[in-house]
């Protein structure tokens, strides 16, 4: 008996439609990247992080768009501020992991969120909406923490007076957080809070579909979004410019580094052929920064031209492959321009994405089944046992 041929394997899964979602959408072709229904453009700058939180998982729960009144988005911040404080065991947690890289540490320390949950067996929506905030409550105050540690100092513990950006700044810091720098932080994290069915956001999805938990599924997210084909480029961006020196060197560079095989960080992407949008969002939030007198402006205006040089060049070697700015580029000098190092951005973009996840993780559940696709078998068959030599 034959059985029916598979139908043909998709590598990368490329073009592949995993799941219907309302919670972002992107056009790579149209440069048009949706928000909880909001072009990105209308909410970057406007929109703070946790309205943009209210606005996904209530999306993802009962479908419903709207922006928070007021005295909703009031509760929230309450409630989400008094949900900041970890338990003492991620505290240890975070001290033993002090010379692991962020993202390890990271993901060590979420892993470990599940040990408080006050009912772990409670599967029902206000439950897993409440384990969506406390996830996203905590996760600055993890890396805040771990930063401290591996500056030798003791952590800040949060405040319950301010917004999330805020928080994280004066918990990295100890002291009043620069209003400048918390509002370029706002804006990074609700740019970057969803973007399709990317990799980690998958992970996430799957994992949730298998009906385990939320912990559970946003570590595997934090992950997926270690690697540089994925949140790991911003770090590398900061150092190409820096390694770059001075725009006239930026063209042998980028030649350079082609002619060895190595591709540039902050440009190229599975899904644009076009500029992300979430580039020029950033741009202006770095611009703002360097206006308000923080940041690095001949770093800033160094990147804008670097970024020119290198479209060119990019075109030219790799002509027809339509290799665009990304999110990264920019995210590098946003994140630098608030003080931030190179080795803190891959957990600075998981601290906005977590809202993603969860909110992908709610929806996946509303609607669930099993992920679970094929493989074709391309390996040896009818094998016997025989071991060499025996
Ligand atoms: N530099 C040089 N060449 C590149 C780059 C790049 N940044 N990106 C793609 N290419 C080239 C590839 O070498 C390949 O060339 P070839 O046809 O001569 O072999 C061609 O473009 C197509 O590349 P793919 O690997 O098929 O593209 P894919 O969709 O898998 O890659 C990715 C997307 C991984 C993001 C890639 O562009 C890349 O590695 N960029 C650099 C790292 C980076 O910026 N990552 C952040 C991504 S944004 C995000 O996830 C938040």
Not at 31 to 52: D, K, N, P, S
Not at 253 to 267: D, H, K, S, Y
Not at 374 to 389: H, I, Q
């Amino acid at each position: 008996m034959t059985t029916a041929p598979l139908p043909a394997t998709v590598k990368g899964l490329e073009g592949i439609v995993a799941a219907d979602t309302r919670i972002s959408h992107v056009d790579g072709e149209a440069g048009e990247l949706i928000i909880g229904g909001y072009a990105v453009e209308e909410l970057a700058g406007r929109a703070t992080f946790e309205e943009v939180c209210h606005v996904l998982w209530h999306l993802a729960m009962d479908g419903k768009a709207d922006l928070p009144t007021q005295a909703q988005l009031d509760a929230l911040r309450q409630e989400m501020a008094a949900l900041r404080t970890l338990p003492p065991l991620v505290l240890t947690i975070i001290k033993a992991a002090k010379d692991a890289p962020p993202m390890d540490a990271l993901r060590m320390s979420v892993a470990a969120l599940s040990l408080d949950d006050p009912n772990p067996k409670d599967e029902s929506m206000a439950g897993n909406l409440r384990r969506a905030k406390t996830l996203t409550a905590r996760v600055p105050t993890i890396i805040a923490a771990h930063d401290r540690a591996r500056r030798g100092l003791d952590p800040v513990g949060p405040r319950t007076d301010l917004p999330s950006a805020a928080n994280f700044l004066y918990m990295l810091h100890g002291k009043e957080p620069d209003p400048h720098a918390a509002r370029a932080l706002d804006t990074y994290w609700a740019t970057v809070i969803d973007h399709g069915m990317n990799a980690s956001t998958f992970t996430a999805r799957v994992i949730a579909s298998t009906q385990s938990d939320m912990v559970s599924a946003v570590t595997g997210a934090i992950g997926a979004l270690k690697g540089p084909a994925h949140g790991g480029a911003p770090g590398p961006v900061l150092d190409m410019l820096l390694g770059i020196q001075t725009v006239d060197r930026a063209e042998q560079w980028v030649r350079n580094e082609l002619a060895q095989g190595r591709r540039i960080m902050g440009f190229g992407h599975r899904v644009y052929r076009v500029r992300d949008p979430r580039a020029e969002v950033l741009s202006r939030a770095a611009r703002e920064m360097i206006e308000a007198g923080g940041g690095d402006k001949a770093l800033y205006d160094m990147a804008t031209q670097v970024e020119r040089i290198v479209l060119r060049v990019l075109e030219e070697e790799k002509p027809g492959r339509q290799i665009k700015t990304n999110v990264e580029f920019y995210t590098a000098l946003v994140l630098q321009s608030i003080g931030l190092r190179p080795d803190q951005f891959s957990s600075m973009f998981a601290a906005g994405r977590v809202g993603g996840w969860t909110a992908h993780i709610l929806e996946q559940l509303a609607n669930n089944r099993l992920i679970r696709p094929l493989s074709a078998y391309v390996g040896p068959r009818g094998l016997k046992y025989v071991v060499k030599g025996r």
